[in-house]
């Protein structure tokens, strides 16, 4: 913000100057009319529109300002933006008042109903380009204060049930804002085009809105093609009036009966049900009638406690207990997540002790699960694999995978044999099956028709995150401490529309302005552990625990797969390449088989294996922080801590002959500090394994010891269920 605020400054001040020195050149005559047009010319719309302003305001006294449609769009985006800024615009440039654009607001229509400035707006934008003008539809409600307070501005009382004048007044009082949002299925655009004020709308209501919504939005040029919902009752029930089977999940358009709409239930909601479920149910079983148990993720992070290491996932106990986290839908992603299922599946097969634990059928559970959210939510045309936006060229590879998917979500049981699809946990599951057949409908349909085919199909845009960003976006213009109230959701929703300059009296082209940015421009961040790790993954792998194991085999694992980073970040600092090849070196210099276990199990082509000398340096560092700080319950406070470590590293390592193939280099290369390139090495590798180490060891240190003992009682309870096979 700080950034744009002086970006902006920038140039306004260098306009300021240029439309003073300008005026003065008017007034002297010195510059033709002509001249100065072809001046004006040369600056942009917006910095022309600013310039035009000044020069016709300039002189003038405050009451005898006048502002072009353009500017008021100016002045309420960037005041939308940040009032502070444009407080500090207004000194530098003669803009409106703050109260003027309070008026200009408030003259734009956003009582509940649809709203036509919206609906107008699109049909000029995009409502007569093939493509552009197709959308998924998302309902979804936001909870909203109750509210029964006096608005003097219409003489009566504000908080009933309201349906725009569509429905009966109520006199009943609104509990939730239900807002359709409209969402471009290709093209950069989304726009809530209706709201009302429901106490929880019944199916019946819910299902007429709809309708009318989709013959509102034909009758602006826009075509739905998708309806996106939650998995809640009345949804569902609302999809059945519609006419939609768990197969055939689509009914007609009802204003040309050979469209179809297909219905679409967010699969982020369905992920979190998936993770509800099978942690609720704790097992269930798959086509083969094998286990999946939650159990096998929980004892995941216990050996992941006590070892004080993370095998390369994100899970810690917020994931387990997600009862106090339920609604975010990071979580659930984490643990239905490939990094879990490698972890898994690294401890079955890698790790001698966890042999027993049978979690094969968890591991392809979770691995599918993950498939299903990726395919689901593709958020970008250039990403590869089950991230790939949907297109013809790999049309059988989507649909096969899609369809192996849906079989398999539909063999899965409880412990006494019911489908989990007759099941009354089921919700999550028939969820998932219509969303497939949904997308595999919907895609099929758009990319191989004659006329007009689409491109590349992203199944982002079929996602009710645009809508809850919208929520999020108005909650927090109330200082995000409460849900708003109907009078404080009214103006949020007018001025979130007004953001993208809709008003009647605004004409066309000042929409130039951000034309390109999107409603609401925040992104989810990328979910998974991205496929060639990142060094901000470096955190994801140590969590230390003060009862910390010996050294066993998965600990190694884990350091053998941070040694991987630090080779990774080192190589890209050290400025010596035979000193990079040597921490790459494995012809002589063999890392022991076992402990690269791990990463191969995550490679997937872009992971680093190190030398077997940076293994010994890592894991030497390793005994002596456990000795010198793990093992002591107080955090020390030894001023160089760091370098003691070092060391005592180095004096452990001193008998050893580290990078074998690289003597004749390091007997050679001396810098010129009178360091040689050997120890320089060394310490880098030293240095950067015990930053990463004890920052992560800081910020585990107090959380490990103030929940320490829920903790614990929680893994004994965990250790029964695991070992006694309930
Ligand atoms: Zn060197």
Redesign the pocket.
């Given at each position: 913000m700080h950034n744009l605020q002086r970006s902006v400054h920038h140039r306004n001040a260098t306009n300021k100057s240029l439309t003073e020195a300008l005026a003065e050149c008017r007034h002297q005559n010195l510059l033709s009319e002509a001249a100065e047009q072809s001046l004006l010319d040369g600056f942009g719309p917006v910095a022309k529109e600013i310039l035009l302003n000044e020069i016709k305001n300039v002189g003038k006294n405050k009451h005898g300002h006048r502002f072009s449609d353009n500017i008021r769009a100016f002045a309420l985006t960037v005041f939308y933006y940040s009032p502070r800024a444009y407080n500090f615009l207004r000194t530098v440039f003669c803009l409106p008042s703050v109260s003027s654009l309070r008026d200009y607001n408030s003259s734009v229509d956003s009582s509940p109903g649809f709203s036509i400035p919206v609906l107008s707006y699109l049909q000029r934008t995009v409502g007569a380009k093939p493509c552009e003008n197709e959308c998924c539809l998302v309902i979804d409600a936001m909870n909203i204060r109750k509210d029964s307070s006096w608005d003097k501005n219409s003489g009566k009382f504000v908080g009933h049930v309201d349906y725009g004048g569509l429905m009966e007044e109520s006199d009943r009082i609104a509990t939730e804002a239900l807002v359709f949002m409209a969402v471009g299925l290709s093209g950069r655009w989304k726009m809530p085009v209706a709201y009302f004020f429901t106490d929880h709308a019944s199916a019946d209501i819910q299902t007429n809105l709809v309708v009318d919504c989709i013959k509102r939005l034909h009758d602006y040029g826009i075509t739905v093609r998708a309806v996106t919902c939650d998995g809640t009752e009345v949804n569902l029930s609302m999809f059945r009036r519609l006419g939609m089977e768990m197969d055939e999940p689509y009914f007609s358009h009802p204003c040309n009966s050979n469209i179809k709409v297909f219905g679409i239930c967010d699969v982020c909601h369905m992920l979190k049900l998936v993770r509800n479920t099978l942690g609720d149910l704790r097992i269930i079983y798959d086509n083969k009638n094998k286990p999946i148990r939650w159990a096998h993720i929980t004892a995941l992070l216990d050996v992941q406690e006590l070892a004080g290491f993370r095998a390369a996932n994100k899970l810690s106990a917020k994931h387990v207990m997600y009862r106090k986290h339920i609604m975010k839908v990071k979580l659930a992603a984490q643990v239905l997540s490939s990094s879990v299922a490698d972890a898994l599946e690294f401890l079955r097969v890698d790790c001698h002790n966890f042999q027993q634990l049978d979690n094969e059928a968890t591991v392809t559970f979770i691995r599918n699960i993950d498939h299903l959210f990726d395919l689901l939510n593709s958020h970008s045309p250039f990403a590869r694999g089950f991230k790939a936006a949907l297109r013809c060229e790999n049309m059988r590879y989507w649909t096969e995978c899609l369809s192996n998917l849906r079989d398999y979500i539909s063999s899965l049981k409880t412990a006494d044999g019911t489908l989990l699809l007759s099941h009354r946990r089921k919700t999550a599951f028939t969820g998932f099956i219509i969303s497939i057949n949904s997308v595999i409908g919907l895609a099929t349909e758009l990319l191989t028709r004659e006329v007009n085919p689409f491109k590349y199909i992203l199944t982002y845009k079929l996602s009710q995150d645009h809508l809850e960003l919208f929520f999020s976006k108005i909650r927090s213009r109330g200082g995000f401490n409460n849900n708003p109230s109907v009078i404080q959701f009214r103006a949020a929703y007018r001025s979130l529309i007004l953001k993208n300059c809709v008003s009647p009296s605004l004409n066309a082209n000042c929409l130039q302005l951000e034309n390109d940015d999107e409603y609401i421009s925040i992104h989810r961040k990328s979910r998974t552990v991205s496929e060639t790790p990142e060094p901000s993954d470096i955190s994801v792998l140590i969590e230390t625990c003060v009862e910390s194991l010996a050294k066993n085999q998965f600990v190694e694992n884990c350091l053998y797969y941070i040694a991987g980073f630090i080779v990774r970040s080192l190589s890209s600092v050290?400025?010596?390449?035979?000193?990079?090849l040597?921490m790459h070196e494995k012809i002589l210099d063999t890392p022991d088989p076992s402990v690269s276990k791990l990463s191969s199990r995550k490679d997937r082509g872009g992971l680093i294996f190190p030398s077997g000398s940076v293994y010994k340096i890592i894991s030497t560092t390793e005994t002596v922080i456990s000795r010198e700080v793990v093992h002591s319950s107080k955090l020390p406070n030894t001023s160089n801590l760091a370098l003691q470590i070092q060391c005592q590293v180095l004096d452990r390592l001193s008998s050893y002959s580290l990078f074998p193939l690289?003597d004749s280099?390091?007997h050679d290369?001396i810098f010129l500090s009178g360091e040689s390139?050997?120890l320089?090495?060394i310490r880098l590798i030293i240095r950067k394994f015990v930053n990463i180490r004890l920052k992560d060891y800081g910020k585990k240190f107090l959380q490990k010891t103030q929940f320490k003992g829920q903790q614990s009682s929680r893994m004994y309870f965990n250790k029964m269920v695991l070992f006694q096979g309930w």
């Open positions: 050290v400025s010596c390449d035979d000193c990079i040597a690289f280099h390091f290369s390139h050997y320089q090495l």
